[in-house]
């Protein structure tokens, strides 16, 4: 992705309560993307936080958190927060259209479309400036 292209990696705020996952998703995300997990966050406060305090392109986000939920985490953002990629086992219909609301650019469910990820961060990092 960002090798070799003279532009610095994705940075990414990865919001994720199952540490299993979370280790997976980052593994994923350094190794084969090439992207910078810049802080993950397992509940709601932490998630807001990390967004306002570190520089991320991306956030990654789950909808339900050790704490909170990830519709809180955009709710509090606003229009403040990074391009956001949700990714969730909850991938019914009514929380799909919940995040077209929020104007959410990316939605997966984690048990189909966990390789995805890659190839969405590609066009993610070939929309910004080099």
Do not use: C, W
Request: net charge negative; no cysteine; proline share 3%.
């Amino acid at each position: 992705m960002s090798a070799g292209s003279g532009k610095a990696a994705l940075r990414v705020v990865l919001v994720e309560d199952s540490p299993l996952i979370a280790e997976r998703v980052r593994d994923l995300l350094e190794t084969e993307a090439g992207a910078k997990v810049v802080y993950v966050a397992d509940d709601e406060s932490a998630a807001i936080r990390a967004v306002r305090e570190h520089d991320a392109d991306v956030m990654i986000l789950d909808l339900q958190l050790r704490r909170g939920t990830g519709f809180n985490v955009l709710r509090a953002l606003g229009e403040s927060r990074p391009t956001t990629i949700i990714m969730t086992n909850y991938a019914q219909p009514q929380y799909r259209a919940r995040a077209k609301e929020f104007g959410i650019e990316y939605f997966l469910d984690k048990s189909s479309d966990f390789e995805k990820l890659i190839g969405i961060l590609a066009e993610i990092d070939g929309r910004r400036p080099s």
